[in-house]
């Protein structure tokens, strides 16, 4: 039961971190969305999740790309029990013609800003006597594919931060983990099927079959409810002693 705790959520209006959102506010969490956006859709979520689950729900802009928005989230939350590090794009391009502001982009939102909203969040967790970092990495975290050299790279590197996190809060009662999902069809996912279809010269259905599930031995995709699931679990005392490690969630990628 996480009532009394906050979850703070990056990059939740959508996909994996809503779906996250959702599951920790079911298990009882008061939990704290966040986009670079500021819509009435943004803040219909959050009011639907605390109509939903009873829990308090708020919606707060920050951009992640950008450091001192990401520790101004955590200062505005006032409370960070539960961080989820979950905001990511994507772009995929092969290395040569990859644009290097996206790299610069991936590399901050993916990677940088789990850096700076860590660093914020660790005091209040060890003043709560209690933390929990969770870090949505990727099977791209473990293992690589052609086309994606930012992504795999920000994935790798948000995994050694991960370690390094665990390590340093070791003798606390805080843990740091990633969950490393396979392919969970989201907006992200999506988003990348016109860029693979053109860089494999495939149609939709192949892509999705071929290239995408090719990886994932089970053959279906994860979703957004086992993510949140397993973030549930991370937050237990089950899992008390489970820290500075990853939780493949991808159907058997990486056991090929
Ligand atoms: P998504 O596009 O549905 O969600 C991404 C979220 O990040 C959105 O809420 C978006 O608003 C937010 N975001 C993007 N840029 C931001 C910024 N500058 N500041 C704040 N928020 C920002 O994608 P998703 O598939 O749910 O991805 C969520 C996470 O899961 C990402 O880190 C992604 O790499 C990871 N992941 C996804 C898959 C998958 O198959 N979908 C697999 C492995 C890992």
């Not at 209040?124 to 086309?147: D, F």
């Not at 969950?179 to 969970?184: A, K, L, N, Q, S």
């Not at 090719?214 to 979703?223: G, L």
């Amino acid at each position: 039961d996480l009532s009394g705790k906050t979850a703070v959520i990056t990059g939740s209006n959508s996909g994996i971190g809503l779906g996250i959102a959702r599951e920790l506010a079911k298990a009882g969490a008061n939990v704290v969305l966040n986009s670079f956006t500021d819509t009435k859709d943004d803040h219909a979520l959050a009011q639907e999740i605390a109509d939903v689950t009873g829990v308090e729900a708020r919606y707060l802009k920050a951009d992640m790309s950008k450091g001192e928005q990401c520790r101004k989230l955590i200062e505005e939350a006032g409370a960070c029990d539960i961080l989820i590090n979950n905001a990511g794009i994507q772009y995929v391009a092969a290395i040569d013609k990859f644009p290097a502001e996206k790299w610069d982009a991936i590399l901050a939102i993916n990677l940088s800003s789990a850096f700076h909203t860590t660093a914020a969040a660790l005091p209040m967790m060890r003043e709560a006597g209690w933390g929990r970092v969770i870090n949505i990495a990727s099977a791209h975290g473990l293992t690589a594919s052609p086309y994606k050299s930012a992504y795999i790279a920000a994935k790798h590197g948000i995994v050694g931060l991960t370690k390094t996190v665990a390590l340093e809060t070791a003798e606390e009662p805080i843990t740091a983990n990633a969950i490393c999902p396979g392919y969970v069809l989201t907006p992200l996912v999506e988003a990348q099927i016109p860029d693979t279809m053109k860089e494999y010269d495939m149609g939709r259905e192949e892509v999705i079959k071929n290239v995408m599930l090719k990886r994932q031995p089970s053959k279906e995709f994860a979703t957004v409810e086992q993510m949140g699931g397993t973030a549930v679990f991370l937050c237990s005392e089950a899992a008390a002693q489970i820290t500075g490690t990853t939780i493949s969630v991808d159907g058997g990628w990486t056991a090929l």
